[in-house]
């Protein structure tokens, strides 16, 4: 099992709140039906790559699917006719996004202190020089983002029919050795750019694996310019 977390409070809530911004959908009126779909196919996702998911993600992909055969039932025996089964949900999302905003806004708090410098320097100080944190090398991108960049890749691939059934040894560490002579040659890429030339589904995930890999060895900085656009792959110089 392979397990990421590169942000703070990542979890069921935050691929809810990510499908809610990407989609400007209104958080009061969520459209269960279609935020359902698109959660379970994250979900799929996660489990084709092997990477661990968390009982919180089952447990939340059931409530989304209790919500939405509620929704489709009349109301049960004593229960309010205009009660919606998405409020309790709603709720946690209201009061989980007040929190990740705080925290946010507090760390950017932090580092905007960190570039203040205290009166009575000297120039004969010893200077600290701080480590490249993954902050740095991960710039207003989630693990969603770069999971929607997988998904992205996956969807323009053309669809081949292989009839015959053959076992493919594929490491990570040899396609962790495959990006990295890719961004010998390359400074910035996509990760599209990365598997457009491979035939093999299974050489793609685990490609995207050992970009993950790639990316905790502070190897590769992963930004993406506005929200929700392409997530883009800059070679860290330090780094390969």
């Known amino acids: 099992m392979y397990t990421v977390r590169i942000q703070d409070f990542e979890g069921p809530l935050d691929l809810l709140l990510f499908f809610i911004k990407r ?10 039906s279609r ?33 939405k055969v509620r929704m489709l039932l009349p ?3 004593g229960e309010e006719e ?15 996004k007040r ?22 320097y000297r120039a004969a100080d010893e200077h600290v020089v701080e480590e490249e944190t993954l902050e740095d090398l991960v710039r207003d991108v989630t693990f969603f983002d770069l999971l929607a960049s997988f998904k992205f890749a996956m969807d ?26 890719f961004f010998t040659r390359r400074s910035e890429a996509t990760f599209f750019d990365l598997v457009k030339d491979m035939v093999e589904k ?9 970009l993950l890999e790639v990316i905790r060895a502070r190897k590769v900085i992963v930004r993406q310019l506005e929200p929700f656009g392409e997530v883009s792959i800059i070679r860290n110089v330090t780094g390969i």
């Open 75 to 77: 109301p049960e025996p």
């Open 99 to 120: 929190f990740k905003e705080t925290a946010e806004e507090m760390k950017k708090r932090e580092a905007e202190r960190m570039l203040v410098y205290e009166r009575g």
């Open 23 to 32: 989609d400007e959908l209104d958080i009061y009126d969520i459209p269960i």
């Open 156 to 181: 323009r691939m053309p669809k081949r029919f292989i009839h015959e059934v053959e076992r493919l040894n594929v490491t990570i560490d040899e396609q962790i050795a495959y990006i990295e002579d």
């Open 35 to 67: 935020i359902t779909k698109e959660f379970l196919e994250y979900l799929h996702f996660m489990q084709e790559m092997d990477l661990e998911v968390a009982g919180e993600f089952l447990v939340m992909a059931a409530e989304l699917m209790q919500i």
């Open 82 to 96: 205009d009660a919606d089964p998405r409020a309790n949900l709603v709720q946690r999302l209201v009061e989980y």
């Open 202 to 210: 299974i050489r793609i995930v685990v490609t995207f694996m050992a």
